[in-house]
């Protein structure tokens, strides 16, 4: 029993992803930065997807070959533009990406007012004819009787 309890210990153990600790935290580093190019919403680090695997694995032989961070990313936005980068750099041609949920919620605000507006004209105060008042007072007093 006591010659089985090291190897349940090492059974319970993860097995390291890369044989260098400071790599494999490099790689960490980078996966969060890159986005997935298939499910598009999550990074690299969080994919499942076959492809986020081979992108790890190309990245990891990247930092093997000691290119740096910039040199990996730049060579990924090369690849795959700026879309591969999971916070797109403000440039003229992300502009629309950076100020476009503002521009909706301001959109969305200003027919919010619009349609408020025309509502509120739309609803005038109705004259209650003498008829119409006496019709009421009836009703509501044949009503007190019932209860």
Not at 9 to 34: C, F, I, M, N, T
Not at 65 to 75: C, V
Not at 86 to 112: E, H, N, Q
Request: net charge negative.
């Amino acid at each position: 029993m006591a010659l089985l309890l090291p190897a349940l210990a090492w059974a319970g153990e993860a097995k390291p992803l890369a044989e260098d600790p400071v790599a494999e935290a490099r790689l960490k580093h980078l996966a969060v930065e890159l986005r997935c190019l298939v499910c598009q919403n999550q990074t690299l680090a969080d994919s499942n997807a076959p492809l986020a695997e081979d992108l790890r694995r190309e990245v990891r032989e990247m930092i093997a070959k000691n290119m740096s961070d910039q040199e990996i990313i730049d060579f990924l936005v090369q690849r795959y533009g700026d879309f591969v980068l999971y916070r797109p750099p403000v440039k003229a041609t992300t502009t629309l990406l950076w100020i476009g949920p503002f521009l909706l919620l301001a959109g969305g605000g200003m027919a919010l007012v619009l349609v408020l507006r025309r509502r509120g004209q739309a609803v005038t105060d109705a004259p209650v004819t003498e008829e119409e008042h006496r019709r009421v007072e009836q009703l509501l007093s044949h009503g007190e009787k019932r209860s």
